[in-house]
């Protein structure tokens, strides 16, 4: 305990030494301070000249009327006027009362069409037979009106639909007046569309697309402001000739590069709060806070949860600055190295902006624009927990991984010294076989696993239509996922198969105690997900049930020992062969026991809710408890075989249940997916688990220290 005390310590006075010499550069407190309290309120007047601009400075439409002659300037003045549109003389400002609405200037134009030709008036109006015109509602009336317009020209075709409107308003009003005269109850149109938009509340709000710029900058001044911290302690260091001799000290490379990665983090993050602080003060001076945010404004937890995002999104940066700029020889090279990074930075950025992007499908794990969309989506109060998890999550692998690829190319010779660079240092094996697999091969795969088997599982259904070809394309990538990604970081890192995926063998009693744990423990894992859904008060979605039935239904098709091949065996045998093999050995050289086994649990429940759906928490949570006896029956047994085992046999049961549920039914046996079990089974179940679990612990106790030597 003195000893990791020491450790701490000693890296929190490295940090503070680099963090102390980075404050000291006037360009970091000119990004930290003065750009801040500059910027912001700029784009407050911005925003406020915007919003003025498009709610008080928008002009009348103002169009020109033109008649042949006199009397029919007369008729169609007193007609039009009647029917509520607004005709004035030529030059005559537009009423005060209608000054929103559009209005025509009238005049006399002998050649109605060389008028519109020549773009002087945009609609001539002229009566054919003048002589049968009268306003007697007693009377029949057959007047055959010319417009004339020009189709090319816009404002001339807006003003004619808006003449014609009129006119059809003016008939539809004589009309109504004939039929009253004639005491005829029939209206004059006898069915009429009444037109009720949809308001979209965002829109009217102004928080689609002009919010989505709020968190768009803030993390490009996240982003700036961790660049020059990042090339100054790195680049700018071995420029200098002090990398050499800080490396020489007698301090681990990785703490070296621990204490310039929480340097760097700390300015970036020192960064977010100035910008989110200067924002927040200038949206709240400004007043635009319901103009950008709804009537609400913007709110304290809005703001928490943005500078949560804004902490993610700096950790995963400031670790993929420091992978670039740990390869660069100067200074100026390294700000050129990082020029194509910004310029690929901003392209997914931008994608928050587009107002009608929804946060789902490869943009859930895409980086900095996942970020930007959740953001625009936490201001806009709209954002689902799923999808946030699936951010979050993804990110927080995104940050390890490039943490783990800088502490490589941070510790290569090529770097540190006189090579061109270390970027083949970080591609080449190790000299020596190594014993295990290490963290950072670890989070590399995981950066790499995760998208891979979100996108696949998110298009799955779309690939194939045949249930059959679908179950085998899914054995294929998860064989991929979980089996190839893993087998190829062991041959990049010179890692046995053995130390890495922890095959020895194990007693029978054991495999006993394993097939009686998987063959109760489904019913624990379906109690879970009901009395958390009933917890949280939520309702499954009848279509969800639907969705499910309908596939059950397909796969029912298939013979039952394929099913459970490709559902229950063959994910059980590759998940825990990287969960509670590769991940595990990993994990566990850097981790206490309890600490290794939540840490697979939490990612293992993680990969099970990879698609977003109304029960993800409640499999979340399923999956977690699952993983967490998995890991312990790891580190009991100091094998895999057992937990595939027992992963397995919990499968197939599962899958068996659904699978012949049916028969079931018919038989009287009820197991709905949405009701409690029986008490006695629950109790019988709960008893099975108890009972194989001990015999497990009692069948490992004497053999432990042998089968797991140093965990």
């Known amino acids: 305990m003195t000893d990791s005390n020491e450790r701490l310590l000693r890296l929190g006075r490295l940090t503070l030494k680099e963090l102390r010499e980075v404050l000291r550069d006037r360009r970091t407190i000119v990004t930290l301070v003065l750009m801040p309290l500059l910027m912001y309120p700029l784009i407050g ?120 409107k009129t006119l059809s308003a003016a008939s539809e009003r004589f009309l109504e007046a004939r039929l009253k005269s004639l005491r005829v109850t029939q209206r004059a149109v006898p069915i009429r569309t009444i037109r009720r938009p949809v308001e979209d509340a965002e829109e009217s709000a102004g928080s689609v697309s002009i919010a989505a710029v709020v968190p768009f900058i803030l993390i490009l001044m996240t982003v700036t402001g961790a660049v020059y911290p990042a090339i100054d302690l790195t680049a700018g260091e071995r420029e200098r000739g002090t990398l050499e001799m800080l490396v020489a000290a007698p301090i681990p490379r990785f703490g070296v590069l621990l204490a310039k990665y929480l340097a760097v983090l700390t300015v970036a ?127 927080l692998l995104y940050a390890g991984a490039s943490i783990a690829i800088a502490a490589r190319i941070f510790g290569a010779e090529s770097v540190l010294y006189s090579s061109q660079s270390g970027w083949r240092d970080l591609f080449r094996p190790p000299r020596e076989p190594q014993k295990a697999p290490t963290v950072a091969s670890a989070f590399v795969c995981l950066a790499l696993m995760f998208p891979a088997y979100f996108l696949f599982f998110s298009q799955l259904g779309g ?45 029978w009693v054991v495999f006993a105690a394993a097939v009686l744990v998987g063959s109760a423990f489904w019913m624990l894992s379906h109690e879970i997900v009901l009395l958390v859904t009933q917890w949280r008060g939520t309702s499954i979605d009848p279509q969800l049930i639907e969705r499910a039935n309908e596939y059950l239904s397909r796969l029912r098709t298939l013979p039952a020992a394929l099913v459970v091949l490709s559902i229950a065996a063959v994910p059980a045998f590759f998940e825990e062969a990287f969960f509670r093999g590769y991940l595990f050995a990993a994990l566990r050289s850097r981790m206490t026991p309890a600490a290794t086994i939540g840490t697979t649990a939490i990612v293992f429940g993680l990969f099970h809710v990879i698609r977003p759906n109304q029960l993800a928490f409640e499999q979340f949570l399923s999956s977690t408890v699952t993983g967490l006896v998995l890991g312990w029956v790891r580190w009991r047994t100091g094998s895999v075989l057992a937990g595939m085992l027992l992963h397995g046999i919990h499968n197939a049961v599962v899958i068996l249940v659904v699978y012949y549920e049916p028969q079931l039914s018919a038989r009287g046996i009820g197991l709905a997916q949405t009701e409690h079990l029986p008490g006695r089974w629950l109790i019988a179940g709960g008893l099975a688990v108890c009972a194989g679990l001990a015999a497990l612990y009692a069948a490992t106790r004497r053999e432990r220290a042998v089968l797991n030597p140093g965990i």
Not at 116 to 143: K, M, Q, S
């Open 45 to 164: 007047v911005a925003f406020q000249q915007f919003f003025v601009s498009q709610l008080s400075v928008i002009q009348t439409p103002r169009y020109k009327l033109g008649f042949e002659n006199e009397r029919d300037g007369r008729y169609f003045m007193r007609l039009l006027r009647e029917s509520g549109l607004t005709v004035v003389d030529v030059g005559s400002e537009a009423p005060r009362s209608r000054a929103s609405s559009a209005f025509f200037e009238a005049g006399l134009r002998p050649e109605l069409a060389s008028g519109i030709e020549e773009y002087d008036i945009h609609v001539g109006l002229r009566l054919n037979d003048a002589a049968a015109v009268h306003d007697d509602p007693a009377r029949d009336l057959a007047v055959d009106v010319e417009l004339l317009f020009l189709q090319s020209w816009k404002p001339s075709h807006d003003a004619a639909a808006i003449i014609e």
């Open 269 to 395: 993050l020192l960064t977010a709060v100035a910008n989110l602080v200067t924002m927040t003060i200038t949206i709240a001076a400004s007043g635009l806070g319901p103009q950008l945010f709804g009537e609400s404004g913007i709110s304290g937890g809005v703001i928490a949860a943005v500078f949560g995002l804004l902490l993610l999104f700096a950790a995963f940066f400031s670790a993929a600055l420091l992978v670039v700029t740990s390869s660069a020889r100067s200074f100026k090279e390294a700000q050129a190295y990082l020029i194509p990074l910004m310029l690929v930075s901003l392209a997914p950025g931008m994608l928050g902006l587009i107002p009608d992007i929804e946060l789902s499908g490869f943009l859930l794990i895409t980086p900095l624009a996942n970020i930007v969309v959740l953001g625009r989506d936490l201001f806009a109060l709209r954002a689902s927990g799923s999808a946030t998890a699936i951010v979050v999550a993804s990110t």
């Open 463 to 507: 690939v194939h239509e045949n249930i059959a070809i679908q179950q085998i394309l899914g054995v294929a990538m998860t064989a991929i996922v979980f089996g190839g990604f893993p087998l190829a970081a062991c041959r990049a890192r010179r890692v046995p198969i053995g130390p890495a995926f922890r095959l020895p063998r194990s007693a």
